[in-house]
C-alpha cells in the first residue's frame, strides 16, 4: 500500500505578534505517514497543534497562516506547500475544528458549491452534486438559508457536507465530533469506515465512543506523533489528560441563596435570510437556576439550546414570559448583568488583541478598585486560567480561547452562568477545573453538552429541550 501522505522532521512556529517576540514550536521533528485507505485517530490534548498539523497538510499553513516550517510534507510525492489551492481539492478535504473559521457564503448551497467553482465543474453536475450532499446532511431545508442563521451542530454538518461535494480522497478532519449530538457522531462515525479513501481524525474527546473503529491509533503531543497499539494509546493519553474527575467546588460565598426563574416564556425566531421558512419556535414553561446548583440543559442539535441561552441572559428579547431574579421581576437589561453567557463558538466575546487587554475589559467598569489591583487581578486570573498575558488570542489554540472566555467572565464574577458547549475542543480535567473557578464563589451553572457522560457527571438536574419546548427530567435526586 502506498503513503498518500508523508511527514519527515516536520517542525514549525507560528508568527508571532507580541513584543518582543517569543518563538514557540507548535510542531517539532515530528514524522508521520498515512498509507492510501487508512484510517487513523490522532489523540491529542488541547493546544498541542491538531489544527495547525491538520491545516499544515492541506496547504494551509505557511501559505495564509504565516510561520517557520522546516522539514518535508509529501502529498503523493509532492511538497504540499509547493502546491496551489484550487489543485490541492481535488487530493484532500479539510474539515476544520471551527466552523465559523471556513463558511463564508451567504447561502448554504452556494457554500457547497464555492469549492466545485474552482474546480470548473459544469453547472448542471454542481447542482446535482450540492443537492445529493445536502440531503445526505439533512440540509434540504437549509439550502438557501444562511449558515449563520443555523445552530452550531448545524453549521458543523455544513462543513462535514464538504466530504460528498468536493471529490477528495483524503480527508482531514480536525476535531470533527465536537459540536455534534450523538445521532450525528455516530452517523459521521459510519462515514468514515465507509469511506474508499484516507482519513485522519484529529480528536481530543468521545474516544470511548469510537473505539476500535480506527485502524491505526497514535498520540499527538510535544509537537510529535506516536504510533502504537489501541489499548496502549488510550492508556497513555488518558494518563497525559489526566481525565479523573478533579472536585468540582461548591458555593462558598457572595453569591449565595440566589435564584433565577422564568416561566411561559416564548419566542419565534424567522430567519432574516429567507421569506418564507417556518420560524423556530422556543417554548419554555418553567425553568429554574440556584446558586451552588449545577443544571444541565441537553437536546440535539437545533433544538434551542443556544437560542434559549441567549433569552435567558437578556441577549435577546421572548415574544411573552416572566423571568425573576430572587423572587422579583427583572427587566432583561438587569438579566444581561446577572447572567454570564459564555457562548458556544468563543469568537463571538474575543477581539482584542492581546490576553492582558481582554481581562482587563472586563474591569473596567469597576471602580472600586486602583489601576494596580485590577492589573493584580488581571495577572492572577491569567494564572489560574494557565494564560499568557502578552498572548495574541487570535493565534491561540480554540482550546486556549475557551480558557480566555472562561477567565473574562471569572473576572465579571455574575451569579449565574450558562456554558453552551463548553467543554468541546478542552479536556475534561480542564473543564472541571473551568467550573470550579467560575463557581467557586456560589454562582449557580446551567451546562449545555452533548456529552452525557459529562453532564450526569456534574449536575444535580436535568432539563430536556426538542423541538423548542423545555422539560425538567423527572424523578432526579
Ligand atoms: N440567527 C438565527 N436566526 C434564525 N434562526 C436561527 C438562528 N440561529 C439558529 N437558528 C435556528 O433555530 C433553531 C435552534 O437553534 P439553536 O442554535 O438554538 O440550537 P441548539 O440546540 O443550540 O443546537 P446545537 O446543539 O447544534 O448547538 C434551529 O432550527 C436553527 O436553525
Ligand atoms: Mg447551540
Not at 506523533?225 to 460565598?253: A, K, M, N
Not at 459564555?342 to 489601576?371: H, K
Not at 491569567?382 to 498575558?389: D, N, P, R, S, Y
Not at 449557580?444 to 457522560?453: K, P
Request: overall charge negative; charged content about 25%.
Amino acid at each position: 500500500m502506498k503513503d498518500v501522505l508523508k511527514l519527515r522532521d516536520v517542525s514549525f512556529s507560528y508568527r508571532d505578534y507580541s513584543v518582543p517576540p517569543v518563538r514557540k514550536m507548535v510542531l517539532e521533528h515530528l514524522d508521520l505517514t498515512l498509507p492510501e485507505g487508512s484510517k487513523t485517530l490522532l489523540l491529542a490534548p488541547p493546544d498541542n497543534g491538531k489544527s495547525t498539523l491538520s491545516r499544515l497538510l492541506c496547504g494551509m499553513v505557511p501559505k495564509y497562516l504565516e510561520g517557520d516550517l522546516s522539514g518535508s510534507c509529501l502529498l503523493d510525492g509532492v511538497e504540499v506547500t509547493s502546491r496551489e489551492p484550487w489543485d490541492l481539492v481535488e487530493s484532500c478535504v479539510l474539515v476544520g475544528q471551527n466552523p465559523q473559521e471556513q463558511l463564508l457564503m451567504t447561502t448554504c448551497e452556494d457554500e457547497l458549491a464555492f469549492p466545485l467553482e474552482s474546480l470548473g465543474m459544469p453547472a448542471e453536475r454542481m447542482i446535482r452534486v450540492v443537492r445529493n450532499s445536502l440531503w445526505k446532511w439533512k440540509l434540504m431545508d437549509f439550502a438557501t438559508i444562511s449558515p449563520q442563521e443555523m445552530s452550531g451542530g448545524e453549521r458543523k454538518r455544513l462543513l462535514l457536507a464538504f466530504l460528498d461535494t468536493v471529490p477528495a480522497p483524503i480527508w482531514i478532519l480536525d476535531e470533527p465530533f465536537d459540536d455534534l449530538d450523538s445521532q450525528w457522531r455516530e452517523t459521521l462515525m459510519q462515514r468514515i469506515t465507509d469511506h474508499f479513501g484516507t482519513v485522519l481524525v484529529l480528536a481530543s474527546r468521545y474516544i470511548d465512543e469510537f473505539r476500535g473503529s480506527f485502524d491505526r491509533y497514535g498520540i499527538l503531543a510535544n509537537g510529535a506523533v506516536t504510533l502504537g497499539d489501541e489499548q496502549d494509546i488510550v492508556i497513555e493519553y488518558e494518563q497525559l489528560c489526566d481525565r479523573e474527575y478533579t472536585s468540582v467546588e461548591s458555593c462558598t460565598e457572595e453569591h449565595c441563596g440566589r435564584i433565577l426563574a422564568c416561566s411561559g416564556v416564548s419566542l419565534v425566531h424567522p430567519r432574516k435570510s429567507v421569506k418564507d421558512n417556518t420560524p423556530f419556535t422556543l417554548e419554555v414553561p418553567a425553568f429554574t437556576l440556584r446558586s451552588e446548583e449545577i443544571v444541565s440543559l441537553v437536546g440535539p442539535n437545533g433544538s434551542g439550546k443556544s437560542t434559549f441561552s441567549r433569552v435567558l441572559c437578556g441577549l435577546d428579547p421572548p415574544r411573552e414570559g416572566e423571568f425573576l431574579l430572587d423572587n422579583q421581576a427583572v427587566a432583561r437589561r438587569d438579566l444581561s448583568r446577572t447572567v454570564g453567557y459564555l457562548f458556544q463558538n468563543p469568537d463571538y466575546e474575543i477581539f482584542l488583541p492581546s490576553v492582558r487587554e481582554e481581562l482587563a475589559w472586563s474591569l473596567r467598569g469597576d471602580r472600586s478598585r486602583t489601576a494596580q489591583q485590577k492589573a493584580a487581578l488581571v495577572a492572577e486570573c491569567a494564572q489560574l486560567f494557565h494564560l499568557e498575558l502578552d498572548a495574541t488570542p487570535s493565534t491561540m489554540s480554540y482550546g486556549k480561547r475557551k480558557q480566555l472566555q472562561a477567565a473574562v467572565h471569572y473576572l465579571l464574577d455574575r451569579p449565574f452562568y450558562i456554558l453552551d458547549e463548553l467543554d468541546s475542543g478542552i479536556t475534561y480535567a480542564t473543564a472541571f477545573e473551568m467550573i470550579s473557578l467560575l463557581r467557586s464563589r456560589g454562582a449557580g451553572i446551567l451546562l449545555i453538552t452533548h456529552d452525557r457522560s459529562f453532564s450526569d457527571r456534574l449536575s444535580q438536574r436535568t432539563y430536556t429541550i426538542s423541538n423548542g419546548t423545555i422539560h425538567e427530567l423527572e424523578g432526579q435526586v
